[in-house]
């Protein structure tokens, strides 16, 4: 059974710091996707990832996968107030019919 | 609009009671899939159709949940006999088949609440 640990689960950070969303996930996995979530609202695909080594760059956001690492990271830069909102990763694979498993989400607050 | 569309968004009933969610993928798209997502937690999986065959059922799907997609289209989502604990967000999402993209596309959910 797919397990996935997203760290940290709450996220409090400034207007213009960096900061980086790391996923951990338990078996192998052949691609991975981030969703964003606002309060009261469904998932905005931010990215999917599907190979290793992938790295993909919206914005402010940057999500990297590692297969052999069972990691990928979401990264922010220079953060704002608009990113405020719920980030999860959903690794998945051919054999499990693509169904996602979810991390518990990160609560992301940008204080101006 | 061609997203994924649910209905109804929101839906309040009495615990005992039956409920029915609709959810329509976008065209031509092959898999399906349910997930409920309750308050400050990811989505989790419910079952997954492949066209009109549900290929897929999760532990969460008791006996009092059933879901159908009579013709590869539409879905349904019932749930009989409510309970409290049943109050959660209903996510439908749809995927394409035979095209490796890995795009995978939420409905905006429907959200139950059960007195």
């Known amino acids: 059974e797919l397990k996935v640990e997203q760290n940290p689960l709450f996220l409090s950070m400034q207007e213009g710091k960096n900061y980086t969303i790391y996923c951990n996930y338990s078996?192998?996995?052949?691609?991975l996707y981030w969703y964003r979530q606002d309060p009261g609202k469904s998932l905005e695909s931010l990215f999917v990832l599907l190979s290793n080594g992938a790295v993909k760059q919206e914005g402010r956001l940057m999500a990297s996968l590692d297969t052999k690492a069972r990691l990928s990271t979401l990264h922010i830069t220079a953060a704002v107030h608009d990113l405020s909102a719920t980030y999860f990763c959903a690794p998945t694979y051919a054999g499990s019919n693509y169904k996602l498993t979810f991390g518990k989400g990160t609560l992301l607050t940008v204080n101006p | 609009d061609t997203g994924v569309s649910q209905d109804p968004r929101h839906k309040i009933t009495k615990r005992g009671q039956n409920v029915t969610f609709r959810c329509d993928p976008i065209?031509?798209?092959?898999?399906l899939y349910w997930y409920r997502q309750t308050l400050g937690q990811g989505p989790e999986f419910l079952t997954y159709?492949?066209?009109?065959?549900?290929?897929?059922k999760s532990r969460l799907l008791s006996d009092r949940f059933s879901a159908e997609r009579p013709k590869g289209s539409f879905s349904t989502l019932e749930i009989q006999r409510t309970e409290q604990g049943d109050s959660a967000m209903y996510l439908c999402?749809?995927?394409?088949?035979?095209?490796?993209?890995?795009?995978?596309?939420f409905g905006e959910g429907s959200r139950l609440t059960v007195l």
């Open positions: 078996t192998t996995s052949d691609r």
């Open positions: 999402a749809s995927s394409p088949t035979g095209v490796n993209t890995g795009e995978l596309f």
């Open positions: 159709f492949q066209n009109e065959a549900q290929l897929e």
């Open positions: 065209s031509e798209h092959n898999r």
